[in-house]
């Protein structure tokens, strides 16, 4: 069940409306948990990647969803 594919549709009858994707939304919540605790912390990008040592593009990519961010990012965050 877990790997099974789902997808929002988009409504046709909407010109700004877009399907999403399961991993579409994942990558979405995983860069809002880590841009909260990372604005939570009160850190700047450069702070935040610089103490946890990432490098500030990838957690640029991770905050923007152009990437999704692997697990560990995630346990550093909750």
């Known amino acids: 069940m877990k790997n099974e594919r789902i997808a929002l549709p988009a409504d046709p009858a909407d010109a ?15 860069a809002r948990l880590i841009r909260r605790t990372r604005t939570g912390l009160g850190l ?25 961010a692997p697990d560990f990012a995630i346990a550093m965050s909750g």
């Open 16 to 30: 700004e409306d877009f399907g999403v994707t399961a991993e579409a939304l994942d990558r979405g919540q995983r």
């Open 44 to 68: 700047s990008q450069s702070e935040f990647a610089s103490r946890f040592r990432v490098p500030v593009g990838t957690l640029g990519d991770w905050e923007q969803a152009r990437a999704t």
